[in-house]
């Protein structure tokens, strides 16, 4: 019944984690970073004697952060440079750009309703970012249709107003002229909700989902390359037998310590790497995928190849057989959904937040999606990739000494257990 069990809690925990943060992103949203950039410096408008100096722009952004559910939406106002900078670091998803002229422009809407000759509508742009992914993408989409049109009923409200106040007789003279249904329609949806691509993405780039993809292979390059040493090695060594169909042999255990044994596997795994690597990258070329840095793609993959190998080994090493479902539920079960690849984490519960932090899948994600989407920005998430890559080869390397000196010291050899054989009848 034990491995019924085992595997009731696998199914149980694989079920949790895999449709709890696809089942509704749009309830699981927090923190979603938007830049709101205001350029508006106003206009000066009103009869000769009646002038004010407005903003309607200030009141656009005043208005988008009371519509705002701000647990949901993290609403930056940022200048425009530092808005495209976070743009091109991957760092919000998307920017609602209000132009300078937009006061001009809302005013002159307002006097050509009543004088004859072409106007145009002022324009709020909303800027994507898809490079930050294809999902992220849909929530500022969805954002902006359901925001914008808000503002923009209410600009329209205050502009049919301001009409109507200009257009109002003084005592005692003719009647104001009504506004035609044309006209009354244009100033109550004064705004044109202009959705742009910031940076779009190049063909063959799987609409943002090479970088995941990319990073899944570079993990189960290392987990599986683990699993494959670990047992290859043991077999050749006659620690465990060699079974291939109905041939079947245990050669003689070979007299080797726990530690020589692991750096042997080390020493296979470090190999694969550099030749994986290279496969997984030319396979990248050969179907068309964009490559701007394939030096330091394939770098990087030899890099996260034998983080995740080395740590995968001396997880076998320490606890032996239960280390090959310890390494899938680490770098899959939990690595798969806290990715960020596919859902953006603020559309995530939020403990898969937290094992976003640690998580070796998150890391390898955000380093693979700068090289192949930022340039190899280091603020688009390589610098943090890469460095937690090494932290975790640091941790793996260190688990598989200490624990197999120990296991050497305390005499605990990989030898069977000496069975007295039962006497003749």
Do not use: C
Not at 122 to 131: E, V
Not at 207 to 226: E, K, R, S, V
Not at 236 to 265: C, D, M, N, Q
Not at 282 to 304: F, Q, R, S
């Amino acid at each position: 019944m034990f491995p019924v069990a085992v595997l009731s809690v696998v199914a149980a925990l694989l079920g949790l984690l895999y449709l709890d943060y696809v089942v509704d992103p749009q309830r699981n949203l927090h923190d979603f970073p938007i830049a709101l950039v205001n350029q508006d410096v106003g206009e000066t408008l009103g009869a000769p004697g009646q002038e004010k100096h407005v903003n309607f722009g200030d009141q656009v952004a005043d208005g988008l952060r009371a519509a705002v559910p701000a647990d949901q939406i993290d609403l930056r106002v940022l200048g425009l440079p530092e808005a495209q900078q976070q743009m091109q670091n991957g760092q919000v998803y998307g920017t609602v750009v209000i132009p300078s002229d937009f006061s001009k422009r809302l005013g002159i809407l307002g006097v050509g309703s009543v004088i004859p000759g072409d106007i145009e509508r002022p324009i709020i742009t909303l800027m994507t970012n898809p490079r930050s992914g294809t999902y992220a993408t849909q929530i500022v989409v969805r954002f902006g249709n359901q925001a914008l049109p808000q503002i923009n009923d209410k600009v329209g409200q205050q502009l049919v107003e301001q009409v109507r106040a200009q257009l109002a007789p003084a005592p005692g003279g003719p009647p104001a002229p009504e506004l035609s249904g044309a006209t009354r329609l244009t100033l109550a949806q004064p705004l044109e909700i202009l959705v742009q691509e910031f940076h779009p993405l190049p063909g063959g780039s799987g609409q943002g989902l090479t970088a995941f993809f990319y990073a899944l292979l570079l993990l189960m390059a290392g987990m599986l390359g683990a699993m494959i040493v670990h047992t290859m090695i043991d077999s050749a060594l006659g620690f465990v037998p060699t079974e291939y169909g109905p041939w079947y042999v245990h050669y003689p255990a070979t007299p080797v310590s726990r530690l020589r044994t692991l750096l042997i596997k080390w020493a296979v795994m470090a190999v694969a790497a550099v030749v994986v690597s290279a496969i997984l990258l030319g396979i990248g070329a050969a179907l068309g995928m964009p490559l701007d840095n394939p030096l330091g793609l394939y770098l990087y993959g030899v890099l996260a190849i034998i983080a995740v190998g080395f740590t995968g080994i001396s997880i076998l090493a320490a606890i032996g057989s239960a280390g090959l479902l310890v390494n899938m539920i680490l770098f899959i079960v939990l690595g798969l959904p806290s990715s960020g690849g596919t859902v953006p984490i603020e559309a995530t519960p939020k403990y898969l937040g937290w094992l976003a932090t640690f998580e070796p899948m998150h890391q390898v994600f955000l380093a693979v999606r700068s090289l192949l989407y930022f340039d190899g920005n280091g603020a688009a998430g390589f610098t943090r990739g890469f460095w937690m890559t090494v932290l975790g080869l640091g941790i793996g390397v260190a688990l598989g000494l200490i624990v197999t000196r120990f296991y050497d010291r305390k005499g605990l050899e990989r030898k069977p257990i000496n069975r007295t054989e039962p006497a003749p009848a």
